[in-house]
């Protein structure tokens, strides 16, 4: 008796990459670095990511205090800067820190008092300064080692690399096409799909009950008189310069925000708190995105429970360059070493996800 099989001409890789903002891309750094075979798929649709003001900031400013692993996170995320500008050849770190402008003497002199203990000293200069541009009575002070990474930049560059490279496959995934059983996606046997999703992993038929939750955001693209100032200065929000006039004023937070349409509340939020800053503004454009938040504010990493080669990197919060970065080598260290993930992070801690 005559049997025919079908064969499939398979490309065997290490990793697929579903998604194309933070966590994706510095995931797809860390494959670069290490020498891994992979490809990314994208969707081409905008995320939190795309819409993010880019600023890197060790403090909370509302508050004074600064967050679970900052000094970590702002070190490795310069070492990574630096790797991708080899062979990017740029680095993405714009030098313009982050000055808090004071309400009025008292948030000063609370400034000055944390200033002194061990926690803050690191990130919190004790110079004022008063910028001619904004309305500052009080004068800013300066966050050390704050600074932004040129978003726009960082997603151009790094995707044209993708695609010279061959890692880009030029499509959105299909959960259809997707045999876990198998190791099989479309050509491809992989080793590990790690899904970077943001916000879409609700789609997603192995992570969609993930405990993340959306977080809208909205900021405003706005023209102001030309002025000298290359600063990032916040008082409700950031506000920085990006070229010939145009400022970037953002974002806000919506745990109730839902669609892709402008919400009129968060514009007006946002006027309310610019008009504190300047007078003469014009709102050029209005953009919005969706954070994935986690109740616990920490991200969420790890392997479906059942397959053990989807992994998950998820729930980056408002600090989705720091912990886009950070947690990316995490993730990787534990794919490839076995290395134990923290409990902080690890989806084992809700239960069987
Ligand atoms: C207004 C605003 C300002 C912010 N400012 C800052 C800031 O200054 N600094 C900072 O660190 N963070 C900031 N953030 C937070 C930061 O943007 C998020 O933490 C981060 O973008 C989350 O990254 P992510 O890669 O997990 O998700 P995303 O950036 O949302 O990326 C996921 C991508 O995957 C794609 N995708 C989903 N499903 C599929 C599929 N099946 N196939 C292919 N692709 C798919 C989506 O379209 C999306 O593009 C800001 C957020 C907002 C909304």
């Given at each position: ?227 000298s100032t290359k600063s990032t200065v916040k008082k409700k929000h950031f506000l920085f310069p990006l070229n010939e006039g145009h400022w970037y004023y953002g974002g806000t937070y919506d745990r109730n925000g839902v669609g892709a349409a402008v919400d009129e509340k ?88």
């Open positions: 008796m005559l049997r025919f099989f079908a064969f499939r001409k398979m490309k065997i890789i290490d990793y697929i990459i579903v998604g194309d903002g933070f966590a994706a891309y510095f995931l797809a750094h860390r494959l670069i670095r290490e020498g891994k075979s992979f490809m990314l798929f994208s969707d081409g649709i905008t995320g939190a990511s795309g819409v993010s003001a880019g600023v890197v900031n060790p403090v909370v400013l509302k508050k004074f205090t600064t967050f679970w692993l900052a000094q970590e996170q702002i070190d490795a995320l310069h070492k990574t800067l630096e790797e991708m500008s080899a062979y990017t050849g740029r680095n993405y770190w714009i030098y313009e820190p982050v000055f808090r402008v004071f309400h009025d003497e008292a948030e000063r002199d609370l400034w000055l008092k944390k200033s002194g203990t061990d926690e803050l000293r690191p990130f919190l200069s004790t110079d004022f300064t008063f910028f001619d541009e904004i309305h500052n009575p009080f004068g800013c002070g300066e966050v050390l080692q704050s600074g932004r990474v040129d978003v726009p930049a960082f997603f151009n560059d790094f995707s044209s690399y993708l695609h010279t490279n061959g890692h880009d496959a030029g499509a959105a995934f299909d959960y259809n096409l997707l045999e876990p059983e198998n190791n099989i996606y479309l050509d491809f046997k992989y080793r590990h799909v790690v899904f970077c999703e943001g916000m879409g992993v609700v789609q997603n038929p192995w992570f969609h009950d993930l405990a993340v939750s959306p977080n809208k955001g909205h900021h405003l693209l706005v023209k102001l008189p030309a002025g968060a514009v007006a939020e946002l006027e309310s708190g610019l008009s504190q800053l300047a007078s003469d503004y014009t709102v050029e454009e209005v953009r919005n995105g969706f954070r994935p938040t986690v109740r616990d504010r920490r991200p969420i990493l790890g392997a479906h429970f059942r397959f053990g080669n989807l992994f998950v990197m998820n729930g980056l919060g408002g600090r989705g360059l720091l912990n886009g970065n950070y947690f990316a080598e995490e993730l990787f260290r534990h794919i490839e070493y076995g290395e134990s993930l923290r409990s902080e992070t690890d989806i084992a801690r809700f239960g069987s996800e």
